[in-house]
Structure formats: C-alpha cells, structure tokens
C-alpha cells in the first residue's frame, strides 16, 4: 500500500474512533477541505465536524453570531485545511487547532474581535489577541472560565 493512502487509512481510523467516543493514546492530524461551517468555532473537514480548541464564538442566533459565522465561511470554506487534534471529543465534535496554511483559524477570529479565548480549554493561548469590544459585547460561558 502505498505511503499516502496509508497515512490517510490511519488518519480516517483515529477520526472513526474519536468520533464514536473512544480516547486516542496521542494527538492526531485531519488535513482536507472545509465542508461546511456551523458557527464562528465550529467547522467541518471532509464533513467531520471540528471544534476549534480554546475557541469560544456566539451561537449564530446570538448577537454577533451571524457575522463570526460569516467571517469564518469567508475565511475557510472551500479551503483546505490541517487540524492538529487534540484527542478530545464532545460528542459530535472533535477537537483540534486548525490551520490554514500556517495561520492559526481560531487565532484570527480572536484577532478580529469575533471570538474569544476560552481559558479553561485554551490555557490562555488566545488571550492576548483578544480586543476590547469583543470582551464587552461577547460573554464567555461559565465552562469557559
């Protein structure tokens, strides 16, 4: 078998067992085309839905909802992308940091001031691209703190 198909069977197997709840013993990488975006934190790889780690955006029917969804089908759909996953899951999503090309997603939509960090997850990793209008007039929920 060769080399690619290999490392695509492998990676397909990790993301099969992610999703239907069993723990990964390391982090794996899901590389492939945003399918479909579900909000400012959430996208879909080859239809695997992703949330975006340490990432916390507004429900689409929440205020500012509809413009971080918005900006991140801008940003990513059609595109292809590398997730680095982290080996959690919840429920229907895998959880990951995502890049396009070498650009962190979840580090821009905070840059821009259309998500926020989520401590809790994040380790602080998103913190300091944070921008005021986006600390009052997103609230973070309480398991993000």
Known sequence: ???AILSKLVTAVAVAALAFGASAAEPSELAGVVTHVRD???IEVDKIPIGLN??????VNARFGKASKQFMVELVWGKR??????GEN????IIGVCYLGDQDIGATAVGVGLARDCPKFSG?????LEREPARSRIRLPANCR
Do not use: E, H, I, S
């Open 40 to 42: 400012g934190a959430t």
């Open 81 to 86: 992308v590398r997730c680095a996953l982290n």
């Open 1 to 3: 078998m060769n080399r």
């Open 54 to 59: 340490g990432v916390f955006a507004p429900a």
């Open 124 to 128: 602080g990793r998103y913190k300091a």
């Open 90 to 93: 919840t429920g229907d999503l």
